[in-house]
């Protein structure tokens, strides 16, 4: 069996690029060659890279000193430095981050200039991002458990508390917007606990640096469609958790086009299904939490991050809730299973639905046409406080089988083989002796 270990990521970005009126290509500027291992910055030594971007790289690093562990440090590319944008950017992060002081949000130490380029020092988050673990999830381990999935939710719901919530050093709320609230940017620990990381292109309305006028920051499948027309607010932040819920739940992306044009159209036109559609076990209540989350208008929406993980509390509170400890073995369990498309039936079943596609007649309609959604009711309007999941707009739950996960799941137990071995021993024994009829007959 293929071992797969989770591995510390830090997601990097340059600015958007796209041919879409909406989203103005910019120039990418060209990577300096790779910082090779154990060069001395600044007070640290600088050892293997975590990840790189068109604005920064992020290497571990240890203090010449010895003082303190390892950290994340991401360093501006030193070419940039002479940009005023970029510079204010990112000392905009640096600062930003250093305000935010929760055990569910990456921690900034440090800010500082060495040989002519910045940086700043960070929490060093060791363990695989969601979106790794939902990957393994979606080809190897099987559905993530329901108390699993509130415990991160729950998590991140307080770190987004916190965060929208923050004011600067003279008290003054700073209205923070995450804006880029996604798989990729939540790591979950190798103690068990989720960090919510990259507060590189947050938007704080105390802030000089403004971003430009038809520019989006974030990925598009997880941006709220108030902001591809040009709105914003922390209510977007939630939007955003509510997608990556429901593809927590359903083991599917929500909003996924071939174009990103084709993507802004589905964030703002495709009819949403409650996860229970998808997936027999999530509940009601858990429904309503998500659909509610996921309303297109932000009034009809949680008001706030806190709002939503009481809800979330109340649902855990039913199904059970999991601690840190508990997180981390199944994390570690997931990344032990191997890939199901890797397996000897998985690569025949697939083999087996390949021809059977070859085979279909030219009549057949387009899958998106079959697979066209029923467009659900709008919610009736409420007022100014923040929605509990009892206001939430109501959805009835179609219970269907996942046979593909009942044959995985199957598969993956040593009886199930060797039931079968033995039937296949026997049915060729029959043959053998002419005695196959006999055999059937006392079946």
């Known amino acids: ?66 003082a303190g562990g390892p950290v994340a440090l991401k360093r501006l590319w030193s070419h940039l430095t002479a940009d005023r944008d970029f510079v204010e950017s990112f000392v905009q992060e640096a600062r930003l981050a250093r305000l935010l002081h929760h055990e569910n949000i990456a921690q900034a130490y440090e800010l500082g200039k060495a040989n002519g380029s910045y940086y700043i020092a960070m929490e060093l988050v060791s363990g695989p991002t969601l979106e790794a673990v939902m990957r393994q999830s979606r080809t190897a381990a099987g559905a993530i458990p329901l108390p699993i999935i509130l415990g991160i939710l729950i998590q991140l719901c307080d770190a987004l508390d916190h965060a929208h919530n923050l004011c600067d050093e003279l008290g003054r709320p700073l209205r923070l917007i995450h804006r880029d609230v996604s798989p990729a940017n939540i790591i979950i620990s190798n103690s068990g606990v989720v960090k919510l990381i ?40 939630l939007f955003a958790l509510g997608v990556v819920a ?40 858990l429904d309503d939490i998500v659909m509610t989350a996921l309303q297109r208008d932000p009034d009809q929406r949680w008001q706030n991050a806190q709002a939503m993980g009481k809800a979330l509390r109340a649902v855990a509170e039913d199904l059970g809730r999991v601690d840190a400890r508990e997180t981390r073995r199944w994390v570690e369990w997931a990344f032990t299973r191997e ?105």
């Open 1 to 66: 069996m293929r071992e797969s270990r989770p591995v510390a990521r830090v997601k990097l970005r340059a600015r958007a690029t796209s041919s879409h009126p909406a989203l103005p290509a910019t120039r990418s500027p060209k990577a300096p060659p790779p910082i090779p291992k154990g060069e001395r910055f600044g007070p640290y030594y600088v050892h293997e890279s975590l990840g790189e971007g068109g604005m920064a790289s992020v290497h571990r690093a240890t203090r010449i000193d010895g």
């Open 198 to 237: 990259d507060f590189g292109i947050a938007k704080a309305a105390r802030s000089r640096v403004q971003t430009q006028a038809g520019f989006i920051k974030g990925k598009l499948s997880y941006v709220a469609p108030e902001y591809t027309h040009g709105r914003l607010d922390a209510r977007a932040d």
């Open 246 to 285: 429901h593809e927590m739940l359903t083991g599917h992306r929500l909003f996924h086009a071939e174009t990103e044009v084709g993507t802004i159209h589905q964030v703002r036109e495709l009819a949403i299904s409650p996860p229970s559609r998808h997936e027999r076990r999530v509940t009601r209540e």
């Open 339 to 443: 890939p199901w498309s890797e397996s000897g039936v998985g690569r025949m079943l697939e083999t087996m639905a390949q021809t059977r596609v070859r085979q279909a007649p030219p009549t057949v309609p387009a899958i998106p046409a079959l697979m066209r959604k029923p467009v659900l009711k709008e919610a009736p309007a409420i007022d100014d406080e923040a929605p509990t999941y009892e206001d939430a707009p109501p959805t009835e739950p179609v219970r269907r089988r996942d046979l593909t996960q009942l044959v995985q799941r199957g598969t993956q137990h040593r009886g199930v083989w060797a039931v079968l071995v033995v039937l296949l021993l026997l049915a060729a024994t029959a043959v053998w002796t002419g005695r196959l009829a006999d055999v059937i007959a006392a079946i």
